[in-house]
């Protein structure tokens, strides 16, 4: 029978070859280490739970703590991530997935689950949010006729400390170590703060009809934005800033945005990832996928 | 309806239902994963009718186990 204890760094090795195994060989150890550096800083003291047979690794599922300050609370979140379990132990598998349950007071949340872990964790009563996104590109002519007009309201990267409140700062200092962009957009309703990271799209509609060779886009994912309503209300003329800025030729939005600003102009992302989280009194308006897998592995 | 179990559970885990027995569980079929045992859960609700909280869909991992409980759930 196979013990389930917490996973550590000194379980690092074992529970990597693992994942090269049963996971994925995209992603390098580096990367897959920093998951058991505690990348939050929050001191929980574990990268998640492994199973045991001996000395023998057989399963892992991945935890990234973070303590959050959202809306003047502190939140504890656990981002599930890498479920993995050697196949002649899968019956254990979800002995992992129960002690992540029995965490107290912690918001869990998960952002990678292929079909199978899909189906038991909404049967274990995970809810799903909406990952509906679509794509903004940007119109270079617009961004001419607009040149100089706006452009001293922009501020990037580390610019922008100075300008940011204790929730945005927080997320800043979690994330500047990752590789994505953070502006502050300021005009007369405002300040808003956002946080961008850069993905390729293939197009398949284009690729399809294509006689050779593939197209890959450059868009930059919009993972967070306090204040949408003062970014969003130049929203066009911002768009094109930035896309300007980091050569994206657009950027892909929730489409709660386009809906609630009424952006038309926009055209679908398929590309989607189910968004689960288990919680007690927890609104989803408040979930988002910061301090997460995403960012740490570093996923597209 | 420890018959009807026994069906489902043959059904569910693709084995022919002389496999299932009074002590069978889930170290003993090779298709009892994860996600079987998931389908299984769901299998049971819907026949009998009943609704199985998180602690008992987790628990139920042998025979005597799940007829115990839903003889329970059902009473």
């Known amino acids: 029978m196979p013990e389930l204890i917490e996973a550590r760094i000194e379980h690092f090795d074992d529970v990597y070859g693992l994942l090269r195994k049963l996971n994925d060989n995209i992603t390098t150890k580096s990367r897959w280490k920093e998951t058991f550096e505690d990348p939050f800083s929050t001191k929980e003291g574990n990268a998640g739970f492994i199973l045991k047979d001996g000395n023998r690794v057989v399963g892992f599922f991945g935890g990234i703590y973070s303590k959050r300050l959202i809306n003047g609370r502190f939140l504890r979140f656990c981002n599930t991530h890498s479920w993995v379990v050697e196949p002649e132990y899968s019956t254990k598998g979800l002995l992992l997935l129960n002690r992540f349950h029995k965490l107290d007071n912690f918001i869990l949340t998960n952002f990678s689950a292929s079909p199978g872990p899909y189906h038991i964790m909404k049967k274990l009563g995970w809810k799903e949010k909406s990952d509906a996104s679509c794509i903004v590109m940007a119109h270079p002519l617009r961004r001419f006729l607009n040149k100089g007009s706006k452009a001293k309201n922009f501020y990037f990267n580390s610019d922008i400390v100075s300008l940011l409140n204790d929730q945005e700062n927080e997320i800043y200092q979690s994330h500047k170590k990752f590789r994505l962009d953070f502006n502050v957009v300021i005009n007369n309703i405002g300040h808003s703060f956002q946080v961008f990271k850069q993905v390729t799209y293939r197009p398949s509609a284009i690729n399809r009809i294509l006689p050779f060779g593939k197209v890959t886009f450059t868009l930059g994912r919009l993972y967070y934005v306090s204040s949408p309503e003062v970014f969003f209300n130049d929203r066009q003329y911002n768009i094109e800033v930035i896309c300007k800025r980091q050569n994206w030729l657009g950027v892909i939005l929730p489409t709660e945005y386009t809906e609630r600003f009424g952006i038309k102009e926009f055209r679908p992302y398929m590309k989607k990832r189910p968004i689960l989280y288990k919680a007690k009194d927890f609104d989803d308006k408040d979930l988002d996928l910061l301090f997460s897998e995403i960012f740490v592995l570093d996923l597209n | ?75």
């Open chain 2, 1 to 75: 309806m420890e018959e009807r179990i026994k069906e489902i559970m043959a059904a569910v885990f693709e084995v022919a239902i002389s496999e299932i027995h009074d002590d069978t569980s889930s170290d003993d079929l090779e298709k009892w994963d994860s996600l079987h045992h998931m389908n299984l859960i769901a299998a049971l609700e819907e026949e009998f009718q009943i609704e199985l909280d998180e602690e008992e869909m987790l628990e139920l991992i042998n025979f005597k186990l799940i007829a115990l409980t839903l003889k329970e759930k059902t009473a």
